[in-house]
């Protein structure tokens, strides 16, 4: 398994911070998430102020691309809406 795929499934079985890789259930280790997207953990806001230049790109495009589907899900109507019509 490639090293990425293996740093992935870790994350994924027991999560860790994203700069450091200190994992949850490490002794002193609590992680925190991104207050902004939830998708990044950290261990120490030294950690997130590392790692921000590099997260708020992503983070920044989750945000929007989150607030565009709530746009649009409230002026495009949806399957459900119309099949309501219906009945």
Do not use: F
Request: glycine letters at 4%; a positive charge; aromatic letters at 4%.
């Amino acid at each position: 398994m490639a090293p990425a795929q293996t740093l992935y499934l870790e994350k994924k079985i027991r999560p860790s911070c994203v700069n450091c890789l200190k994992a949850e259930g490490q002794p002193g280790v609590k992680l925190m998430h991104c207050s902004r997207c939830g998708r990044e953990s950290y261990c120490s806001r030294d950690c997130q102020v590392a790692m921000w230049p590099s997260h708020k790109v992503i983070c920044r495009r989750s945000e929007k691309a989150v607030a565009t589907i709530e746009e649009r899900a409230l002026v495009q109507p949806t399957s459900v809406c119309l099949m309501q019509d219906i009945q």
